[in-house]
């Protein structure tokens, strides 16, 4: 098998594929300009490939590109099913201190301390298959809860009453990401209502 046929079959196989990955695996990175010459694959983003019949992730290429960042409120609350709302823009949280300005202009950034930046963040399955970082449910809606005076009150209220439906939520973790985020008193009144 030729390193051209290798990429190609990593870029069928996942759907994508990044100069990282080609030089993971033992090819020089300049067969990927060849095969975008040749039109057998298409450049999505900086050393990012997908092929010419393949679906762009724009959630996976971002991150790929800023991996520092997690998606969070809005965006979050789209991929857990908690609002019917489609985000106009995508929301992340980066920690205090980096630097988003080359960030692009459809991207709303949130600042945390590193000592909060890394709570509830896990590996999710994008809508188009690729794993991406994404605050999980409970540490969303304590985000929520602490920029409360920001968001729509229908979608802060909708979040938390699609989130009790749900047959699959976790109050002890929600309680404890409040603790440490000091929202406790707040989170148990919203609980105590909901529940």
Excluded at 26 to 52: C, F
Excluded at 122 to 141: F, H, M
Excluded at 143 to 160: G, M
Aim: charged share 25%.
């Amino acid at each position: 098998m030729t390193n051209e046929e290798k990429i190609l079959k990593v870029v069928r196989e996942k759907g994508y594929i990044t100069g990282k990955l080609v030089a993971e695996i033992g090819i020089d990175t300049w067969y990927l300009s060849s095969l975008v010459e040749k039109g057998k694959i298409q450049r999505i983003g900086r050393g990012v490939y997908i092929h010419n019949e393949g679906t762009y992730d724009e959630y996976f290429v971002f991150q790929y590109q800023y991996s520092k960042a997690i998606y969070s409120y809005s965006t979050a609350l789209f991929l857990h099913g908690l609002t019917e709302s489609i985000p106009s823009n995508h929301e992340v949280t980066v920690y205090q201190g980096y630097n988003a300005h080359r960030f692009p202009d459809n991207v709303t950034v949130h600042y945390v301390q590193k000592d909060i930046y890394g709570l509830g963040a896990a590996e999710y399955e994008s809508p188009y298959g690729n794993q991406i970082k994404v605050y999980d449910k409970e540490r969303t809606l304590c985000d929520l809860v602490i920029s409360k005076r920001v968001v729509e009150s229908e979608v802060f209220k909708q979040a938390f009453q699609e989130y009790f439906r749900q047959s699959k939520k976790d109050v002890n973790k929600l309680m404890k990401y409040a603790k440490r985020m000091n929202i406790e008193t707040e989170m148990f009144k919203l609980v105590e209502v909901l529940s």
